[in-house]
């Protein structure tokens, strides 16, 4: 067997042994307290002007396909909705991805939609009611402005570059990487599988000053900039199932851009597979469900078709009329 598909093999035993990818040798039992079908929300955000033409709003296919290879199914979380819209869909939903985007994390339907949803987990997790958030670049920034109120982002300058990460000394006390396979830990912190793709981030040194963020979240990795400024890569909320990074798990298996710098190695998809793998099964904690079948089948991502953008980018969106 060639060296390659040997220590492909290896990864995926360690990946297994640790939960995160089923043991096909096991016989299946049911567990009361996990939920196997989990419906996951993407928040939309609203269009760029060159996406305008094809509707007001959009979420890009990229997440889509992030969460289903982990075993999810998808519900677009439109923006600039009623109040009861909302709290109707987190009663139904299992959780809710912040995507990457352009958007303000102030004052844009994006970050209104988000604070909504941050209050009613944060509301729900204290009476006992499991309900994940995970935030990718733009929501990874949305998810320091909903714990503190405000804008504390700095201007980077990390726009298509992929880098390994560097892990804090203390980085398994943290939910987000306590199981991970060393395996996975050497790839991430030796190799360029990490895609950044932002122009603002979180300082270190702005964590330790605002009491807000610090008591809040714990800083899991960071990393320079291209001019070799500090950033916050991931994170957690010590005490609710709030997850964020400035990278982009995400595009590593499914942006094919070929003006972009990103890695499509065998490493790189297994540290894609990891982060939505962690995701969705936090979501599995969530017992939330719709009313009725109907209802659920209304809402799911499969009513709409993605535009695709065609050569050279080759890139789909989901767009929406509202």
Not at 29 to 55: A, R
Request: proline share 7%.
């Amino acid at each position: 067997m060639p060296c390659r598909y040997l220590l492909l093999f290896s990864a995926l035993l360690e990946i297994s042994s640790a939960g995160l990818i089923p043991d096909t040798s096991l016989k299946y039992v049911k567990h009361t307290e996990t939920n196997y079908v989990p419906i996951i929300g993407i928040m939309s955000q609203e269009s760029p002007d060159e996406l305008k033409k094809y509707g007001p709003t959009y979420i890009p296919a990229s997440y889509v396909g992030y969460l289903e290879q982990a075993g999810a199914r998808v519900a677009p979380v439109k923006v600039n909705q009623t109040d009861d819209y909302y709290i109707s869909l987190f009663k139904s939903l299992n959780g809710v991805l912040f995507p990457g985007g352009e958007v303000s994390i102030l004052d844009s339907g994006y970050a209104k939609a988000g604070q909504i949803f941050f209050k009613l987990a944060i509301e729900a997790y204290d009476r006992g009611d499991y309900f994940p958030l995970w935030g990718t670049c733009l929501g990874f920034e949305l998810l320091t402005a909903l714990a503190t109120g405000k804008n504390v982002l700095k201007d980077c300058s990390d726009m298509d570059i992929s880098i390994p990460l560097h892990f804090e000394q203390d980085f398994r006390k943290g939910r987000l990487y306590r199981e991970i396979p060393e395996s996975l830990v050497q790839i991430l912190a030796t190799e360029n599988v990490t895609a950044n793709f932002h122009f603002s981030c979180l300082d270190p040194e702005t964590y330790e000053n605002t009491p807000e963020l610090k008591k809040f979240y714990r800083v899991l990795s960071k990393n320079n900039d291209k001019k070799g400024s500090p950033f916050v890569s991931s994170m957690e909320a010590y005490r609710y199932p709030f997850y964020g990074t400035q990278f982009h798990p995400e595009k590593n298996n499914f942006i094919w851009d070929p003006s972009y710098k990103l890695e499509h190695t065998m490493h790189s998809a297994l540290v894609s597979q990891y982060f939505a793998n962690f995701f969705v099964d936090e979501c599995r904690k969530s017992k939330h469900r719709f009313p009725s079948p109907e209802l659920e089948a209304k809402v799911m991502i499969d009513n709409y078709k993605p535009v695709f953008m065609g050569s050279p980018t080759f890139l789909e969106y989901y767009m929406f009329d509202v």
